[in-house]
């Protein structure tokens, strides 16, 4: 692919992706169609790409930027479920897919077939998660989809190894496999647990959110190219960074939270919108491809379709068998058994499974020769794995929001939990920034006398607590017997502040000292935040969305009372 081809790829892919999102279309399905559309326009080339590059240069960042808005605790909790779905689904859709391909092509080794079951078997919960987004899908299924799609890719490439090894070789064993497989876990998740460490630590010692960005942006490779030369699964090394920085970045500096989170956004959309539009223009070349095989166009496809429907089939099948093991309890798992998955939740779960760019970079990449011959009906197997991919992204992508509200599967218990958790927590800040105050107690006294002092920090805990509790009541209604509010101006905090020196204007050193005071009661509300998150008392999504709110206080400290303080 030329540059020049490349850049029109990237280009007609955001620009149908801006269309969709202004219109509130599924901008997979739109890409993948209109893909299609265009790739029959006379003119239009080959769009041919080294699979290397989307497993080394584009799974690695959407995998990374995935891992990094998930919640750690979430994916805590849950493991059990993750695990069923992203390793115990993977190896039977595979067998399943193999098993199916090989009684069609019986003249194809198993280990042949093997590898269209590892290529096809992992679904991508992006065309999943925007629809549910959209749709208001609870967050425990959330969850389990982004946590299966954080997992299986590990699994799938990890079998598809092994496969191709088997086709190569003539021979291979399930007990190769199995140590194969522990190996990448165990040194790919050491890895990017390592790795992330030494970010995390870095990143705590610099004042630059710039250079802190750029570290951010070159750790999803760092971890996926160590973790693959140290035979470990890079996907999994991605991972672990991605969740431990997830976790650990509201201990960071808030302006890298602030640069970061647009950043990310941006490199999503690029290449999610590139690997759709892909997958579409490559189909015809692929079908191609089959007609000018020994089998022929007409067969290739009935042994697609055929592949297509097992993929299908077995995921639904698998998920319903299988959920009573959702009540074991693995180590590392806390989720309580009133929390798992209905019945309901669970078909949206089963028919959410579109596959993505996993099932395309893979299915490139396999070999055109294995041991000095020809790769055992290599164009079929791609045709296959193409259509499962296409296949599932139509069929199931486009009838997933309609199942979602047939089945009245949405999130309006966890919208009302959310805002009793705010109110709660809202009111805790309070306390902490009344700590705060009285820390400055003796500094106040000094310059102010004592009394005066100790007026001042009933007036300005009461300021704060005036605010938290009005916003408390405003989230959970529920509460307002409860709480006494404050006889205090709750919009009266800057007025309050600027007592604090004993001008009207106030110099260079009393402005810097109130800015120094007002930093300390933000770092006491996100240590509020941070605490109540890790002792299970505040989601992480609105853990996240009240840091937000911090951290923009945060920069408008830094970008008005500085400049106007070092103007004087």
């Known amino acids: 692919m030329h540059n020049v081809e490349l850049f029109v790829l990237v280009t007609g892919a955001v620009a149908v ?3 969709c999102r202004r219109r509130g279309w599924p901008a997979p399905l739109v890409l993948v169609a209109a893909a299609i559309v265009v790739s029959f326009v006379p003119g239009v080339p080959r769009y041919e790409i080294e699979p290397e590059i989307l497993l080394e240069f584009v799974l690695p960042p959407l995998l990374y930027s995935a891992a990094l808005s998930s919640s750690y605790r979430d994916f805590r909790s849950s493991l059990n479920s993750i695990t069923r779905l992203g390793v115990g689904l993977v190896l039977v859709t595979a067998v399943a897919v193999a098993l199916v391909f090989w009684w069609t092509e019986p003249s194809v080794p198993f280990a042949a077939a093997l590898v269209l079951g590892a290529v096809v078997a992992p679904p991508d919960a992006v065309a999943a998660a925007a629809v549910g987004k959209r749709l208001g899908l609870p967050r425990r299924v959330m969850t389990l989809l982004s946590g299966e799609s954080l997992i ?3 699994t799938s490439l990890t079998l598809y190894k092994v496969a191709i090894a088997g086709v190569a070789t003539g021979a291979w064993a399930i007990a190769d496999g199995v140590a194969v497989f522990a190996l990448a876990v165990g040194a790919g998740v050491a890895v990017g647990l390592v790795l992330a460490w030494v970010v995390h630590t870095v990143r705590l010692r610099l004042d630059d959110p710039v250079v802190a960005s750029a570290i951010g942006l070159l750790t999803p490779f760092a971890a996926y190219w160590l973790g693959e030369e140290l035979h470990g699964s890079g996907v999994l090394a991605v991972v672990a960074a991605g969740l431990y920085l ?18 990310w956004s ?14 579409g223009v490559q189909l015809p070349w692929v079908v191609r491809d089959v007609v000018a095989s020994d089998q022929g166009v007409r067969h290739g496809i009935a042994v697609s379709l055929l592949v297509l429907l097992v993929a299908i089939l077995v995921r639904p099948v698998y998920i319903f068998l299988t959920a009573r093991f959702d009540n074991l309890r693995l180590r590392g798992s806390h989720r309580p058994p009133q929390d798992s998955l209905s019945a309901r939740e669970s078909a949206v779960v089963s028919w959410a499974g579109m596959r993505g760019v996993v099932t395309l970079a893979a299915a490139a990449a396999i070999p055109v020769t294995s041991a000095g011959a020809p790769f055992p009906e290599r164009a079929t197997l791609q045709l296959a794995a193409y259509t499962v991919a296409i296949g599932t992204l139509l069929v199931q992508g486009l009838t997933l929001p309609w199942v979602i509200t047939r089945l009245g599967v949405g999130s309006a218990d966890e919208t009302a939990q959310d805002a009793a958790q705010e109110a709660a927590v809202r009111v805790a800040t309070a306390d902490a920034v009344h700590d705060v105050l009285e820390r400055q107690r003796a500094d106040w006294s000094a310059h102010l006398g004592p009394e005066r002092a100790g007026e001042l920090i009933d007036r300005l805990s009461g300021v704060w607590r005036a605010r938290a509790t009005a916003a408390a009541v405003m989230l959970d209604p529920d509460s307002a017997d409860e709480l006494v509010p404050e006889q205090a101006d709750p919009t ?13 204007v106030p110099t260079p050193e009393e402005g810097l000292r109130t800015q120094r005071l ?14 109540r998150r890790d002792s299970g008392e505040l989601d992480e999504a609105v853990m996240r969305r009240m840091m937000r709110e911090l951290d923009l206080e945060d920069e408008s400290l830094s970008s008005s009372w500085i400049e106007r303080v070092q103007k004087r």
């Open 266 to 279: 941006t490199v999503d959309l690029v290449l999610e919108s590139f690997t759709f539009a892909l997958i």
């Open 152 to 154: 299986n890719d590990a």
């Open 246 to 263: 997830g976790h650990t970045s509201p201990r960071a500096g808030y302006a890298t939270r602030l640069y970061e989170e647009p950043i």
């Open 17 to 19: 992706t801006a269309v």
């Open 518 to 531: 007002r930093r300390e009661i933000v770092a006491a509300q996100r240590e509020v935040l941070m605490d």
């Open 492 to 504: 009266d905090v800057s007025g309050a502040l600027r007592e604090v020196s004993p001008t009207r």
